[in-house]
Protein backbone atom coordinates (compact mmCIF):
# COMPACT_ATOMS: atom_id res chain seq x y z
CA UNK A 1 0.00 0.00 0.00
CA UNK A 2 1.38 3.56 -0.99
CA UNK A 3 1.26 5.27 2.23
CA UNK A 4 1.80 8.60 0.12
CA UNK A 5 -1.54 8.50 -1.50
CA UNK A 6 -3.30 7.70 1.60
CA UNK A 7 -2.17 10.89 2.82
CA UNK A 8 -3.05 13.26 -0.13
CA UNK A 9 -6.48 11.29 0.25
CA UNK A 10 -9.14 14.43 1.55
CA UNK A 11 -11.53 13.55 4.14
CA UNK A 12 -15.11 15.31 3.40
CA UNK A 13 -17.34 15.42 6.57
CA UNK A 14 -20.83 15.21 6.04
CA UNK A 15 -22.23 18.57 7.99
CA UNK A 16 -25.92 17.18 7.17
CA UNK A 17 -26.97 15.25 10.25
CA UNK A 18 -25.55 17.73 12.37
CA UNK A 19 -27.40 20.53 10.92
CA UNK A 20 -30.86 17.96 11.12
CA UNK A 21 -29.72 17.51 15.17
CA UNK A 22 -29.07 21.24 15.86
CA UNK A 23 -32.98 22.28 13.66
CA UNK A 24 -34.33 19.62 16.01
CA UNK A 25 -33.18 20.54 19.01
CA UNK A 26 -33.95 24.63 18.62
CA UNK A 27 -37.81 22.90 17.66
CA UNK A 28 -37.61 20.83 20.85
CA UNK A 29 -36.59 24.16 22.77
CA UNK A 30 -39.04 26.27 21.16
CA UNK A 31 -42.11 24.44 21.74
CA UNK A 32 -41.47 23.77 25.43
CA UNK A 33 -40.40 26.91 26.13
CA UNK A 34 -44.13 28.02 24.19
CA UNK A 35 -46.23 25.25 26.50
CA UNK A 36 -44.65 26.35 29.64
CA UNK A 37 -46.24 30.25 29.02
CA UNK A 38 -49.79 28.91 26.97
CA UNK A 39 -52.07 29.96 30.09
CA UNK A 40 -50.19 33.32 30.29
CA UNK A 41 -51.72 36.14 29.06
CA UNK A 42 -49.06 39.43 28.49
CA UNK A 43 -50.58 41.72 31.09
CA UNK A 44 -48.92 44.27 33.09
CA UNK A 45 -48.92 43.44 36.59
CA UNK A 46 -49.42 45.54 39.55
CA UNK A 47 -46.44 46.30 41.57
CA UNK A 48 -46.02 44.14 45.23
CA UNK A 49 -44.47 45.75 48.49
CA UNK A 50 -44.59 42.58 50.19
CA UNK A 51 -44.25 39.17 48.22
CA UNK A 52 -43.82 35.65 48.87
CA UNK A 53 -42.41 33.80 45.42
CA UNK A 54 -44.05 31.37 43.56
CA UNK A 55 -41.20 29.03 43.52
CA UNK A 56 -42.66 25.56 43.11
CA UNK A 57 -46.12 26.24 41.82
CA UNK A 58 -48.98 23.18 41.04
CA UNK A 59 -48.41 21.45 37.81
CA UNK A 60 -52.86 21.69 36.97
CA UNK A 61 -53.17 25.00 38.97
CA UNK A 62 -55.77 26.59 36.93
CA UNK A 63 -54.78 30.31 35.62
CA UNK A 64 -57.57 33.46 35.43
CA UNK A 65 -56.06 36.09 32.83
CA UNK A 66 -58.61 39.39 33.16
CA UNK A 67 -56.86 42.24 30.93
CA UNK A 68 -57.36 45.70 31.41
CA UNK A 69 -61.17 46.06 30.08
CA UNK A 70 -61.86 43.25 32.10
CA UNK A 71 -62.45 40.18 29.85
CA UNK A 72 -61.68 36.85 31.57
CA UNK A 73 -59.50 34.39 29.97
CA UNK A 74 -58.61 30.87 30.83
CA UNK A 75 -56.48 28.43 28.59
CA UNK A 76 -56.29 31.09 25.79
CA UNK A 77 -60.09 30.94 25.51
CA UNK A 78 -62.44 34.19 26.52
CA UNK A 79 -64.60 33.09 29.08
CA UNK A 80 -65.83 36.05 30.13
CA UNK A 81 -66.53 39.87 28.02
CA UNK A 82 -68.04 42.80 29.85
CA UNK A 83 -68.78 44.46 26.56
CA UNK A 84 -70.92 41.80 25.71
CA UNK A 85 -74.58 42.65 26.46
CA UNK A 86 -75.99 39.82 25.55
CA UNK A 87 -74.81 36.86 28.11
CA UNK A 88 -76.12 37.01 31.72
CA UNK A 89 -72.25 38.39 33.20
CA UNK A 90 -72.01 36.44 36.91
CA UNK A 91 -73.75 33.10 35.01
CA UNK A 92 -70.83 33.05 33.05
CA UNK A 93 -67.95 34.11 35.71
CA UNK A 94 -70.15 31.12 37.56
CA UNK A 95 -70.22 28.36 34.92
CA UNK A 96 -66.25 28.56 34.47
CA UNK A 97 -65.03 28.14 37.63
CA UNK A 98 -67.63 25.21 38.44
CA UNK A 99 -65.96 24.16 35.50
CA UNK A 100 -62.74 24.51 36.62
CA UNK A 101 -64.22 22.88 39.90
CA UNK A 102 -65.46 19.87 38.18
CA UNK A 103 -62.29 19.12 36.56
CA UNK A 104 -60.23 19.61 39.93
CA UNK A 105 -62.27 17.55 41.95
CA UNK A 106 -62.15 14.63 39.16
CA UNK A 107 -58.21 14.84 38.94
CA UNK A 108 -57.57 15.75 42.62
CA UNK A 109 -59.71 16.24 45.58
CA UNK A 110 -59.53 16.29 49.45
CA UNK A 111 -62.49 15.33 51.46
CA UNK A 112 -63.73 16.90 53.96
CA UNK A 113 -66.54 16.76 56.74
CA UNK A 114 -68.14 19.66 58.26
CA UNK A 115 -69.39 20.24 61.31
CA UNK A 116 -72.95 18.70 60.45
CA UNK A 117 -71.02 15.40 59.03
CA UNK A 118 -71.77 16.60 55.33
CA UNK A 119 -68.61 15.41 53.30
CA UNK A 120 -67.54 17.94 50.92
CA UNK A 121 -65.40 17.79 48.09
CA UNK A 122 -62.50 20.01 48.45
CA UNK A 123 -59.64 21.20 45.84
CA UNK A 124 -56.40 20.87 47.64
CA UNK A 125 -54.64 23.53 44.38
CA UNK A 126 -55.55 27.15 44.26
CA UNK A 127 -56.62 29.01 41.86
CA UNK A 128 -54.53 31.69 40.48
CA UNK A 129 -55.91 35.06 39.43
CA UNK A 130 -53.61 37.32 36.64
CA UNK A 131 -55.26 40.79 36.67
CA UNK A 132 -53.40 44.18 34.38
CA UNK A 133 -52.46 46.82 36.35
CA UNK A 134 -55.57 48.99 35.44
CA UNK A 135 -57.81 46.61 35.29
CA UNK A 136 -60.97 47.89 37.24
CA UNK A 137 -60.79 45.72 40.89
CA UNK A 138 -65.17 44.75 40.42
CA UNK A 139 -64.12 42.35 38.02
CA UNK A 140 -61.24 40.20 40.44
CA UNK A 141 -63.69 40.93 42.96
CA UNK A 142 -66.75 39.40 41.38
CA UNK A 143 -64.05 35.92 40.35
CA UNK A 144 -63.22 36.24 43.80
CA UNK A 145 -66.93 36.49 45.35
CA UNK A 146 -68.00 33.31 43.06
CA UNK A 147 -64.73 31.63 44.04
CA UNK A 148 -66.08 31.47 47.80
CA UNK A 149 -69.91 30.35 46.30
CA UNK A 150 -70.77 26.81 48.81
CA UNK A 151 -71.09 24.59 44.87
CA UNK A 152 -67.53 25.98 43.70
CA UNK A 153 -65.53 26.22 46.91
CA UNK A 154 -62.47 27.00 46.17
CA UNK A 155 -60.38 27.38 49.03
CA UNK A 156 -57.52 28.71 48.35
CA UNK A 157 -56.85 31.62 45.80
CA UNK A 158 -53.51 33.68 44.90
CA UNK A 159 -53.47 36.95 43.24
CA UNK A 160 -50.35 37.64 40.39
CA UNK A 161 -48.22 40.73 41.23
CA UNK A 162 -45.06 41.81 39.73
CA UNK A 163 -41.66 42.87 41.40
CA UNK A 164 -40.88 45.11 39.22
CA UNK A 165 -43.24 47.63 37.88
CA UNK A 166 -42.91 47.40 33.78
CA UNK A 167 -43.59 51.10 33.17
CA UNK A 168 -41.49 52.77 35.51
CA UNK A 169 -39.12 50.40 36.39
CA UNK A 170 -39.80 50.87 40.52
CA UNK A 171 -38.84 47.89 42.52
CA UNK A 172 -40.24 46.50 45.76
CA UNK A 173 -38.29 47.73 48.93
CA UNK A 174 -37.68 44.48 49.79
CA UNK A 175 -35.56 44.22 46.58
CA UNK A 176 -33.46 47.27 46.64
CA UNK A 177 -31.32 46.18 49.69
Given at each position: MN?E ?6 I ?5 P ?7 L???FV ?9 L ?19 N???LN????G ?23 Y ?41 E ?5 E ?6 Q?K ?8 A??E??KE ?9 K
Amino acid sequence: MNVEKMVKETIEMDMTPMIDCVFLLMIFFVLVIDLSQKNLEDLILPRAEFQEPDESPPENRPILNVLQNGTVVYQGVVAYNPLDPEKNKLKLIYDLLFNIREQGVRTNALHLVDKEGVAAKVIDEPILIRADKWTEWNVVGEIMKQCSQPKIAFWKVQLALSEEDKETGEKNASLKK
